[in-house]
């Protein structure tokens, strides 16, 4: 629902919202004229920003990007490791425990780590390096669990051993989601059977709609138990395309960045997963064979791209905040209501953040 109201917050939980003014003679400490008042944005998809790639950032990259996303609304986040041998990967989940005491309480939540890979498919690699994929073998399954950061996993289901790993996976409360993957819709369903709930930037890296031969981007809309990612920066996916997303998966949508060390930083040359990618003047960061690495995205532009294609407001911050924010566990977050942690974005009439708080802590701007 959108309307004019309030939202009282007391130690950094919200204690109080409703429509019109609030019951009381105290005047609000701020008061937003225009726009919308949003929860605090969720991106479960995060490679990099400002520069730095979060698989091996050092301490002070880290903290430039948990300090600086509140710049884009974003107040929880999922940094994303791509394709790497298991063990690189195992080390960098070790490095990030090691760093998160530093980070606490210096700007946006994490809330765990997302692995993209290494147990994806050759066929959809995208900008992955197909030298690393491999299979998921409870051995692996076992050294990426051991620091118990893992929050997201991203495989092909159709990979040997897949639906065993996405079992495990599950019961140790690991979100699972199908990416990079040319599963049929079948393999896909069984994946959902085992507990995958969610598909991977819809469309990109993965089998498609076709009518008599239907793919991962057909069952994510179908299946009513996955919410399909999307990459609405209107290059990813086309606007006639986002439309038949959110028609079709109404209220499952997660919009998501997939950002790259590119995004927030001007034109020119930067990495993802240790490889070279170049951001260009216009459009998204690319490999040198002009294969798409990840994006240069702001969420706060994804939810206006959401708005401009005509997508109820309720809707599209929805896809934002509550959705993603369910799917990783976190219900006292992505929503403005009593119980819930004071993480809160002011989007102007421009849908660009202008304020963010966390924790009801003022991280950006100033209100009047």
């Known amino acids: ?79 994303t490791f791509i394709t790497a041998p298991v063990e690189v990967q195992a080390a960098a989940l070790r490095r990030t425990e090691e760093l998160l005491p530093a980070l606490e309480g210096r700007g946006t939540r994490i809330l765990g780590v997302h692995l993209e890979g290494p147990f994806l498919s050759e066929k959809r690699k995208g900008a992955h390096n197909p030298a690393h994929l491999t299979d998921p073998t409870p051995e692996k399954i076992a050294t990426l669990l051991e620091t118990g950061l893992v929050t997201l996993v991203t495989l ?15 019961a140790n ?53 996955l919410s399909p990612g999307l990459i609405l920066d209107l290059h990813h996916v086309s606007a006639t395309v986002a439309r038949v997303v959110f028609n079709a998966a109404a209220g499952r949508v997660v919009l998501v960045t997939d950002a790259a060390s590119a995004a927030g930083m ?20 690319l490999r040198a064979d002009g294969t798409i690495a990840g994006s240069g995205l702001r969420l706060d532009e994804a939810v206006g791209n959401a708005l401009a294609l005509g997508v109820d407001p309720a809707t599209a911050v ?48 100033g209100g009047s």
Do not use: C
Request: glycine share 12%; no cysteine.
């Open 1 to 79: 629902m959108v309307s004019p109201g309030y939202v009282r917050i007391e130690d950094g939980v919200i204690t109080a919202a409703g429509e019109g003014l609030p019951d009381g003679p105290d005047a609000p400490d701020v008061h937003l004229e225009d726009g919308l008042l949003a929860p605090g944005l969720v991106d479960l998809q995060v490679n990099g920003f400002f520069g730095y790639d979060m698989v091996d950032a050092d301490e002070t990259g880290w903290r430039t990007v948990v300090e600086r996303l509140p710049e884009t609304g974003v107040t929880s986040f999922l940094p």
């Open 156 to 170: 092909a289901p159709e990979r040997d051993g897949a639906l065993d790993a996405i079992r495990t996976l599950t």
């Open 173 to 225: 409360g690991v979100l699972v989601s199908v990416g990079h993957s040319d599963a049929t819709a079948a393999q896909v369903e069984a994946a959902a059977d085992a507990g995958a709930r969610k598909v991977t930037h819809i469309f990109n890296a993965q089998s498609g709609m076709n009518h008599r031969d239907p793919g991962v981007a057909a069952q994510a809309l179908a299946d009513e138990r």
């Open 266 to 285: 001007p034109p020119g040359t930067y990495e993802l997963g240790g490889e070279p990618i170049t951001m260009p003047e216009q459009g998204p960061p």
């Open 318 to 365: 929805d896809a934002a905040t509550r959705v993603p924010a369910d799917l990783v566990g976190r219900t006292d977050l992505g929503r403005i209501a009593p119980g819930a942690k004071a993480d809160l974005v002011w989007l102007g009439p421009d849908h660009r953040a202008r304020m963010t708080w966390i924790d009801g802590q003022e991280l950006l701007g």
